[in-house]
Nanobody, 119 residues
Framework: QVQLVESGGGLVRPGGSLRLSCAAS????????MGWYRQFPGKERELVAK???????IYADSVKGRFTISRDSAENTVYLQMHSLKPEDTALYYC?????????????WGPGTQVTVSS
Protein backbone atom coordinates (compact mmCIF):
# COMPACT_ATOMS: atom_id res chain seq x y z
CA GLN A 1 0.00 0.00 0.00
CA VAL A 2 1.60 3.24 -1.14
CA GLN A 3 1.39 6.13 1.29
CA LEU A 4 2.49 9.71 0.82
CA VAL A 5 3.10 11.90 3.85
CA GLU A 6 3.61 15.63 3.56
CA SER A 7 5.33 17.87 6.09
CA GLY A 8 6.58 21.43 6.34
CA GLY A 9 3.39 23.42 6.05
CA GLY A 10 2.49 26.18 8.45
CA LEU A 11 1.98 29.88 8.93
CA VAL A 12 4.41 32.32 7.34
CA ARG A 13 4.44 36.06 6.75
CA PRO A 14 4.25 37.48 3.23
CA GLY A 15 7.67 37.37 1.62
CA GLY A 16 8.71 34.43 3.74
CA SER A 17 9.78 30.93 2.79
CA LEU A 18 8.69 27.40 3.50
CA ARG A 19 9.92 24.01 2.40
CA LEU A 20 7.46 21.19 1.92
CA SER A 21 8.56 17.58 1.97
CA CYS A 22 6.76 14.46 0.85
CA ALA A 23 7.97 10.97 1.64
CA ALA A 24 6.52 7.94 -0.08
CA SER A 25 6.43 4.49 1.45
CA UNK A 26 5.15 1.14 0.34
CA UNK A 27 6.41 1.34 -3.20
CA UNK A 28 8.80 -1.26 -4.55
CA UNK A 29 9.79 0.87 -7.49
CA UNK A 30 10.29 4.43 -8.55
CA UNK A 31 7.45 6.73 -9.39
CA UNK A 32 7.28 8.00 -12.94
CA UNK A 33 6.41 11.46 -11.68
CA MET A 34 6.05 13.27 -8.39
CA GLY A 35 4.70 16.69 -7.73
CA TRP A 36 2.65 19.15 -5.75
CA TYR A 37 -0.89 20.40 -6.19
CA ARG A 38 -2.85 22.89 -4.14
CA GLN A 39 -6.48 23.55 -3.48
CA PHE A 40 -8.14 26.80 -2.53
CA PRO A 41 -11.45 26.73 -0.64
CA GLY A 42 -14.27 26.02 -3.05
CA LYS A 43 -11.93 25.47 -5.99
CA GLU A 44 -10.56 22.50 -7.89
CA ARG A 45 -7.14 21.12 -7.07
CA GLU A 46 -4.49 22.70 -9.33
CA LEU A 47 -0.97 21.80 -10.32
CA VAL A 48 1.82 23.72 -8.60
CA ALA A 49 4.88 21.82 -9.84
CA LYS A 50 5.74 18.39 -11.11
CA UNK A 51 8.92 16.53 -11.99
CA UNK A 52 9.31 13.31 -13.94
CA UNK A 53 11.96 10.63 -13.86
CA UNK A 54 13.01 11.84 -17.29
CA UNK A 55 14.03 15.14 -15.74
CA UNK A 56 11.14 17.20 -17.08
CA UNK A 57 9.81 19.81 -14.69
CA ILE A 58 6.76 22.02 -15.02
CA TYR A 59 5.49 24.86 -12.87
CA ALA A 60 2.29 26.80 -12.67
CA ASP A 61 2.80 30.29 -14.08
CA SER A 62 1.83 31.78 -10.73
CA VAL A 63 4.79 30.19 -8.94
CA LYS A 64 7.54 30.34 -11.57
CA GLY A 65 10.65 31.99 -10.20
CA ARG A 66 9.46 31.62 -6.61
CA PHE A 67 9.00 27.87 -6.10
CA THR A 68 11.47 25.08 -6.83
CA ILE A 69 10.65 21.40 -6.94
CA SER A 70 13.31 18.78 -6.32
CA ARG A 71 13.30 15.06 -5.93
CA ASP A 72 15.36 12.37 -4.32
CA SER A 73 14.43 9.43 -6.52
CA ALA A 74 16.39 6.95 -4.48
CA GLU A 75 14.30 7.83 -1.44
CA ASN A 76 11.05 8.47 -3.31
CA THR A 77 10.92 11.90 -1.73
CA VAL A 78 9.91 15.18 -3.31
CA TYR A 79 10.38 18.69 -1.99
CA LEU A 80 8.88 22.07 -2.75
CA GLN A 81 10.96 25.08 -1.78
CA MET A 82 8.76 28.15 -1.67
CA HIS A 83 10.14 31.68 -1.54
CA SER A 84 8.54 35.13 -1.70
CA LEU A 85 5.27 33.69 -0.47
CA LYS A 86 2.12 35.70 -1.04
CA PRO A 87 -1.25 35.61 0.71
CA GLU A 88 -2.69 34.13 -2.48
CA ASP A 89 -0.45 31.10 -2.00
CA THR A 90 -2.54 30.18 1.02
CA ALA A 91 -3.99 26.75 0.28
CA LEU A 92 -3.96 23.09 1.16
CA TYR A 93 -0.96 21.56 -0.58
CA TYR A 94 -1.06 17.95 -1.71
CA CYS A 95 1.76 15.65 -2.70
CA UNK A 96 1.13 13.55 -5.81
CA UNK A 97 2.89 10.56 -7.27
CA UNK A 98 2.31 8.52 -10.39
CA UNK A 99 3.37 4.91 -10.59
CA UNK A 100 3.46 2.53 -13.51
CA UNK A 101 1.53 -0.71 -13.03
CA UNK A 102 0.64 -3.57 -15.41
CA UNK A 103 -2.84 -2.05 -15.51
CA UNK A 104 -1.86 1.50 -16.26
CA UNK A 105 -0.83 4.55 -14.24
CA UNK A 106 -1.62 4.52 -10.55
CA UNK A 107 -2.13 7.94 -8.96
CA UNK A 108 -1.43 8.52 -5.31
CA TRP A 109 -2.18 11.49 -3.06
CA GLY A 110 -1.06 12.57 0.36
CA PRO A 111 -3.54 13.89 2.95
CA GLY A 112 -2.38 17.48 2.41
CA THR A 113 -0.55 20.10 4.43
CA GLN A 114 -1.88 23.59 5.06
CA VAL A 115 0.15 26.61 4.01
CA THR A 116 -1.07 29.95 5.30
CA VAL A 117 0.57 33.21 4.28
CA SER A 118 -0.59 36.05 6.46
CA SER A 119 0.75 38.99 8.41
Amino acid sequence: QVQLVESGGGLVRPGGSLRLSCAASGSSGRFTAMGWYRQFPGKERELVAKTTTGGNTIYADSVKGRFTISRDSAENTVYLQMHSLKPEDTALYYCNANGATPFGTAIYWGPGTQVTVSS
